[in-house]
T-cell receptor, first 110, second 115 residues
């Protein structure tokens, strides 16, 4: 069974700082997604990464994919309070398999 | 329109009740999904419909019964639930299932409490 692990599970960071969330998965895939979930709310799609070396950026968030290392990163630049949320990566496999990562709960403090 | 709607937003039911959750999308997506999410956990896939046919059933107990009346609607019928079934139930849709699921668009969810 595929394992999708995120690191760290909990992250508390100061406003203005940079940090990276890591998503490791245990089998080959070249399709990876990042979602954001605010407390008590639904999931919002952030990025879709569809090939090795793919990099996407939106505002203070940048996501990348290294399929050979089976690793995706979500980099946060100059964090602001509005980025506080839980972030999930998700991996899409052939044969109609889709797995969410364990999630990273991010709190940005003043 | 990139919206997935779900009703009701909140539902409280007893263990002997029968209720239904409803989901609707008008994006022309051909795949629709039901997920269950417990607090502070990732969503767990329950069912996938592709072109209105059930394509994935992740060993969900029979007290949960999905239905896809047409390409825009998805229902989840609930009967004789247990307190441990209390969770946030999320519906999602995507363009298709096959060569990758694609980006899934999630509805706001139904917060279910079973007494």
């Amino acid at each position: 069974e595929l394992k999708v692990e995120q690191n760290p599970l909990f992250l508390s960071m100061q406003e203005g700082k940079n940090y990276t969330i890591y998503c490791n998965y245990s089998t080959t895939s070249d399709r990876l997604y990042w979602y954001r979930q605010d407390p008590g709310k639904s999931l919002e799609s952030l990025f879709v990464l569809l090939s090795n070396g793919a990099v996407k950026q939106e505002g203070r968030l940048m996501a990348s994919l290294d399929t050979k290392a089976r690793l995706s990163t979500l980099h946060i630049t100059a964090a602001v309070h509005d980025l506080s949320a839980t972030y999930f990566c998700a991996v899409d496999l052939p044969g109609n398999q889709f797995y969410f990562g364990t999630g990273t709960s991010l709190t940005v403090i003043p | 329109d990139t919206e997935v709607t779900q009703t009701p937003k909140h539902l409280v039911m007893g263990m002997t009740n029968k209720k239904s959750l409803k989901c609707e999308q008008h994006m022309g997506h051909r795949a629709m999904y039901w997920y269950k999410q417990k607090a502070k956990k990732p969503p767990e896939l329950m069912f996938v419909y592709s072109y209105e046919k059930l394509s994935i059933n992740e060993s969900v107990p029979s007290r949960f019964s999905p239905e896809c009346p047409n390409s825009s609607l998805l229902n989840l019928h609930l009967h004789a639930l247990q307190p441990e079934d209390s969770a946030l139930y999320l519906c999602a849709s995507s363009q298709g299932v096959g060569a990758g699921w694609g980006t899934q668009y999630f509805g706001p969810g139904t917060r279910l409490t079973v007494l």
